[in-house]
Antibody, heavy 120, light 110 residues
Framework: QVLLVQSGAEVKKPGASVKVSCKASGYTFTGYYIHWVRQAPGQGVEWMGWINPNSGGTKYAQKFQGRVTMTRDRSISTAFMELSRLRSDDTAVYYC?????????????WGQGTLVTVSS | QSALTQPASVSGSPGQSITISCTGTSSDVGNYNLVSWYQQYPGNAPKLMIYEGSKRPSGVSHRFSGSKSGNTASLTISGLQAEDEADYYCSSYAGYSTYVFGAGTKVTVL
């Protein structure tokens, strides 16, 4: 069973950074891209970027360029998303999601989500 | 990269069919057959319902179908059931290894 398990909720002050983890199991970690997506309270879903767990290569949405860093640790089948210079409007649930299959350009399964609250 | 346009809400009675539209541009929806649809219940992560415009993952009901015409993709739910009441999001490949989502549509079963 393919499973993505994320780290727990975080509360951060404006200007700080947050690092969310996403541990994969049930498949070969290096075989599928991991995407990061966020959802502000009561809002829609926003794609942030992806990481290739095999090569470490990344692609970020233009909106997050310079503030987001996606990494992975192959030894523990875990992907990470770090967002810096946090603002109040970064308060959201952050999800990791795997490529459904090679070249399908869609996302499934998803992690359970990590709530990041930015508040002074 | 602008979000894809979806109606804020769509409603229907049990047994009816409803259609949710997802309008993009010639740079995303219109240029690739790579639209996917997701169902999300409150407090849960989204779940893939349709990919590559019209394909259903294993386990997804045949009542869900997808199509595309020009820059607009559509998700149709036939034989509407109470359990279909949820938020639905479309997504499209947008070129240069990037993706874009719609703002979401709340489906209400009357």
């Amino acid at each position: 069973q393919v499973l993505l398990v994320q780290s727990g909720a975080e509360v951060k002050k404006p200007g700080a950074s947050v690092k969310v983890s996403c541990k994969a199991s049930g498949y070969t970690f290096t075989g599928y891209y991991i995407h990061w997506v966020r959802q502000a309270p009561g809002q829609g879903v926003e794609w942030m970027g992806w990481i290739n767990p095999n090569s470490g290569g990344t692609k970020y949405a233009q909106k997050f360029q310079g503030r987001v860093t996606m990494t992975r640790d192959r030894s523990i089948s875990t992907a990470f998303m770090e967002l810096s210079r946090l603002r109040s409007d970064d308060t959201a649930v952050y999800y990791c999601a795997r490529d459904y299959d090679i070249l399908t350009n869609c996302f499934d399964p998803w992690g359970q989500g990590t709530l990041v609250t930015v508040s002074s | 990269q602008s979000a894809l346009t979806q109606p804020a809400s769509v409603s229907g009675s049990p047994g009816q069919s409803i259609t949710i539209s997802c309008t993009g541009t010639s740079s995303d929806v219109g240029n690739y057959n790579l639209v996917s649809w997701y169902q999300q219940y409150p407090g849960n992560a989204p779940k893939l319902m349709i990919y590559e415009g019209s394909k259903r993952p294993s386990g997804v009901s045949h009542r869900f179908s997808g199509s595309k015409s020009g820059n607009t993709a559509s998700l149709t739910i036939s034989g509407l059931q109470a359990e279909d009441e949820a938020d639905y999001y479309c997504s499209s490949y947008a070129g240069y290894s990037t993706y874009v989502f719609g703002a979401g549509t709340k489906v209400t079963v009357l």
